[in-house]
């Protein structure tokens, strides 16, 4: 046995690669996840899937809540640029060390309940951040959003259903003050965009099955009012 080149040649070109660029750290949420509830990674990367194939072809979009911005490759595959915030320090210096040439993105400290984001985006999305945010103040959350849109824009936002919450970990309801039914967020997108499309989601399967049984929802919004 020869432990220095794999059995199959094909696979050698793993081992130069980490040679010569080494392993990839993972981001601090994902980490945690794969230590704690490594099953869980498949459905955050799911979401980013989704999202990914929506707005494929968008020239600049922008990631609310980037977090650790582990999964946000999966979306840059598929647009032309993206710019990912925060409102969270810790989270911002987390991706900007980890930033790989390939793989460029700008990404920079922001609160979204501060105002809108300048750049030009013609697209955005938001994964498990609407639920943190308390419904008194969601309008402008997402009235921010749309503000950082041109033209009709797009904007798909997901969280945990509030059906879901009776079967979460504690863990993962921390900070959960404003989870949707299918029929809140429907209200909520609809106030700010012409046409409203809802997706529900359980595991890694997106569906259009019926919302209260959903462990997730996503709320797509196409075409802002007054654009």
């Known amino acids: 046995m020869n432990d220095e080149r794999t059995c199959e040649p094909q696979y050698q070109a793993h081992v130069e690669l980490k040679d010569a660029m080494g392993l990839k750290p993972l981001g601090l949420r994902v980490n945690a996840t794969w230590h704690e509830d490594p099953r869980r990674l498949v459905f955050v990367l799911a979401r980013y899937k989704f999202v990914s194939k929506m707005l494929s072809g968008r020239k600049r979009v922008l990631e609310v809540g980037c977090g650790d911005a582990f999964a946000t490759r999966i979306v840059q595959q598929e647009v032309g640029s993206l710019c990912g915030v925060d409102y969270d320090g810790v989270f911002v210096r987390d991706v900007n060390e980890r930033i790989d040439p390939k793989w460029p993105m700008e990404c920079r400290v922001h609160d979204m309940l501060s ?113």
């Open 115 to 227: 105002g809108p984001v300048e750049g030009g985006f013609d697209a955005a999305y938001a994964l498990d951040v609407i639920e943190h945010i308390p419904a008194e103040q969601e309008d402008l959350f997402v009235r921010n959003i749309v503000a950082s849109l041109e033209g009709l824009g797009v904007l798909i936002l997901g969280c945990p259903s509030l059906e879901s919450q009776t079967y979460a970990s504690e863990g993962s309801k921390a900070g959960h003050v404003n989870c949707k039914t299918g029929q809140t967020m429907r209200e909520l997108m609809s106030r700010f965009f012409q046409e409203v499309f809802i997706f529900s989601m359980n595991d890694e399967v997106v569906h259009t099955g019926f919302a209260p049984m959903a462990h997730y929802l996503f709320g797509m919004g196409v075409g802002r009012r007054n654009a």
